[in-house]
């Protein structure tokens, strides 16, 4: 059974920082390309950032380019966010899964998700 367990989100000023951590236990042995995606109140869900199983690349949406860099740990199945310089916009839930990452949109593999981690940016 896939379970997948985000962590790292907070509430923060404009302009701080975060780092979201997400591990995904259940799928056996092997490298998936990753993905994270969030999902504001009243808005559908989106792929904020991507990173390839080899990962030697990664997709970002446009909104957050240049702010925040995905990466992950090639011994497992966990990946991060780092982001920086937030803006109230990006207050949503994070949420992590496996994706298809040459698919176009990417999309995610599995169809159930875990809890999120929430992100709040306000002064």
């Known amino acids: 059974q896939v379970q997948i367990v985000e962590s790292g989100g907070g509430a923060v000023q404009p302009g701080g920082s975060l780092r979201l951590s997400c591990e995904i236990n259940?799928?056996?042995?092997?490298?998936?390309?990753m993905g994270w995606f969030r999902q504001a109140p009243g808005k559908q869900r989106e792929l904020v950032a991507a990173?390839?199983?080899?990962?030697?690349?990664?997709k970002y949406a446009d909104s957050v380019k240049g702010r925040f860099t995905i990466g992950r740990d090639n011994a497992k199945y966990t990946a991060y966010l780092q982001m920086n310089d937030l803006k109230p916009e990006d207050t949503a839930v994070y949420l992590c899964?496996?994706?298809?990452?040459?698919?176009?949109?990417?999309?995610?593999?599995?169809?159930?998700w875990g809890q999120g981690t929430q992100v709040t940016v306000s002064s």
């Open positions: 990173i390839k199983n080899s990962g030697d690349r990664t």
């Open positions: 259940g799928i056996g042995s092997g490298l998936a390309s």
């Open positions: 899964n496996v994706v298809n990452f040459l698919s176009e949109p990417v999309t995610p593999v599995f169809s159930s």
